[in-house]
């Protein structure tokens, strides 16, 4: 049974400052993918936000900030990870606004 505060299937929140490596890497992950498909050239700076959905598997909304050349950029990246098939996958990555 789900406690008091948990919606299944509901949106939470991740501490961006705790520092996960794993939250780390697929905000590193989306970033990478995203050049990948675009053919584009985004540099990773930092994490700013994280929330995780239980889904079939864990979608991550990650709020991550780029760099475009001299121009700071924020995304909002998606990433679905399905641990038990190995699979992680970018669903989303949206331009929010520059910095």
Same mark, same amino acid.
């Given at each position: 049974m789900? $406690?008091?505060g948990?919606v299944?299937?509901?949106?939470?929140d991740i $501490?961006a400052n705790a520092? +996960?490596l794993?939250?780390?890497?697929l @905000?590193?992950?989306?970033v +990478?993918?995203?050049? =990948? /498909?675009e053919?584009?050239?985004l540099?990773?700076r930092r #994490?700013?936000?994280?929330?995780?959905?239980?889904v079939?598997?864990?979608?991550h909304? #990650?709020?991550v900030?780029? @760099? $475009?050349?001299?121009?700071k950029?924020?995304?909002?990246a /998606?990433? #679905?990870e399905k641990?038990w098939e190995?699979l =992680?996958?970018?669903?989303?990555?949206?331009?929010?606004? +520059?910095?």
């Open positions: 789900a $406690d008091q948990t299944v299937g509901g949106i939470r $501490d520092n +996960d794993q939250v780390e890497s @905000a590193r992950f989306a +990478d993918e995203h050049n =990948k /498909k053919n584009v050239t540099e990773y #994490l700013l936000g994280a929330k995780t959905q239980v079939a598997g864990t979608m909304h #990650l709020t900030e780029v @760099a $475009d050349g001299e121009t950029k924020v995304y909002e /998606k990433v #679905l641990v190995n =992680k996958q970018l669903e989303g990555f949206n331009h929010l606004h +520059d910095v």
